[in-house]
């Protein structure tokens, strides 16, 4: 029984989504090898991935996390060996759904492909099948609201007072 499925547990639960979760870590690249965004989070903090799409050290993994520099939420790309402790959990941070769902959210294939994806990572099968299904479903939306630039303009006119000018019709 999963734990979402008690007589009363749905009803109970805070809105969160399921994700993939793993934590930097502490031996990073060496000299010569590509770092990626490994700068951006101090060892040991936990981030949230979208799931790679291979089971190899080298796999690019898109993942979400507070970065060591004013606790920013931070989007970046990491290699697969750059993350241990793979697990999956429920994820209720209101500035994490934002970007996390799409495509992860609550429903019970994403808790499986999350907790398939941490075992193989940990050495069992890769879920190829059921990951390819789930990006079928689930990856083809656009992940996050606007961007950082869009929200700064936003935030800078209302800062300024100033509303959206309509145009006005010229007359003849």
Request: glycine residues 8%; contains cysteine.
């Amino acid at each position: 029984m999963s734990p979402g499925n008690t007589e009363w547990g749905n009803e109970l639960r805070a809105k969160g989504v399921w994700c993939l979760v793993a934590r930097v870590a502490s031996k990073g690249p060496g000299a010569n090898e590509k770092r990626l965004g490994y700068d951006q989070f101090q060892p040991g903090t936990q981030v949230y991935c979208i799931p790679p799409n291979r089971n190899d050290d080298d796999a690019e993994v898109k993942v979400f996390g507070y970065g060591k520099r004013f606790s920013r939420l931070v989007t970046t790309t990491l290699f697969a060996k750059h993350l241990k402790h793979w697990n999956a959990e429920y994820i209720t941070d209101p500035k994490l759904l934002k970007v996390l769902s799409p495509p992860w959210d609550a429903k019970e294939d994403s808790q499986m492909l999350a907790f398939m994806v941490a075992q193989a990572r940990e050495g069992a099968q890769w879920p190829a099948i059921e990951l390819r299904d789930w990006n079928r479903t689930r990856a083809q939306r656009s992940t996050g609201g606007p961007g950082w630039l869009a929200q700064l303009r936003s935030s800078i006119s209302t800062m300024l007072g100033g509303k959206k000018k309509k145009k006005r019709k010229k007359s003849r």
